[in-house]
């Protein structure tokens, strides 16, 4: 989806798709978590830890740090999926555990045989 797409809402007026919207923007931060994290991975490498500690003014530790998380997620599995709430939908999936629960009531299993 195209950045400023809209979608016609039920009063006929041009709104802007949320959704679309923030998949977007989820999508841009990934790539650019990525980005950064090749980037401090490159520094790590041509500088040291050190090197990379004292050009972001921050102590070896921290800089380590650094370099560990980016390499853990640079090495993670690409199709990885996070769960994450969204919204604050406190009964988003009530209806569906409702079904359920109604079909399931409405089974008849058969009796064990006794024996």
Do not use: F, H, N
């Not at 923007?25 to 090197?51: C, H, P």
């Not at 500690?53 to 370099?67: C, F, I, Q, R, Y």
């Amino acid at each position: 989806m195209e950045r400023g797409t809209g979608a016609r809402g039920p009063d006929g007026g041009a709104m802007l798709d949320v959704r679309g919207r923030r998949e977007l923007r989820e999508r841009q931060k990934r790539e650019l978590r990525q980005e950064r994290d090749r980037i401090v991975l490159d520094l790590a490498e041509s500088l040291g830890t050190d090197g990379l500690a004292k050009s972001l003014g921050t102590t070896a530790a921290t800089a380590e740090m650094l370099v560990g998380r980016a390499r853990g997620r640079v090495s993670a599995t690409p199709g990885q999926i996070s769960a994450r709430r969204i919204t604050g939908e406190a009964d988003r999936w009530g209806e569906a555990d409702r079904l359920y629960e109604a079909l399931g009531r409405s089974v008849r299993l058969p009796a064990l045989p006794t024996g």
